[in-house]
Nanobody
């Protein structure tokens, strides 16, 4: 059973923007760290950005300054605003939740950036 649901992926030209969203059940979202990962073809899944329940954020070097992660604790939703997109940002983006030692993943949403 997939508990995290992503939306907002699509095809965009280089330099463009997209906004991804993730909705999760309260028991996963509440008071827990949430994150976005991505996996490009032939590559390992990598952390893109994460956000604590208090709003503390972390970004990978490759997206710092271009992506912004946010969460709405009242709606159990998380977003990733992606700007200045590059072809190397092309990947399947996954929503991730961590509750204790238990991990939860969404099915992913495809982001394709054309040059």
């Amino acid at each position: 059973q997939v508990l995290l649901v992503e939306s907002g992926g699509g095809l965009v030209q280089a330099g463009g923007s997209l906004r991804l969203s993730c909705i999760a059940p309260e028991e996963i979202f509440s008071r827990n760290v949430m994150a976005w990962y991505r996996q490009a073809p032939g590559k390992q899944r990598e952390l893109v950005a994460q956000i604590s329940s208090f709003g503390t954020t972390f970004y990978s070097d490759s997206v710092t300054g271009r992506f912004t992660i946010s969460r709405d604790n009242a709606k159990n939703t998380m977003s990733l605003q992606m700007s200045e997109l590059k072809p190397e940002d092309t990947a399947v983006y996954y929503c991730h939740g961590l509750r204790g030692m238990q991990e939860f993943w969404g099915r992913g949403t495809q982001v394709t950036v054309s040059s």
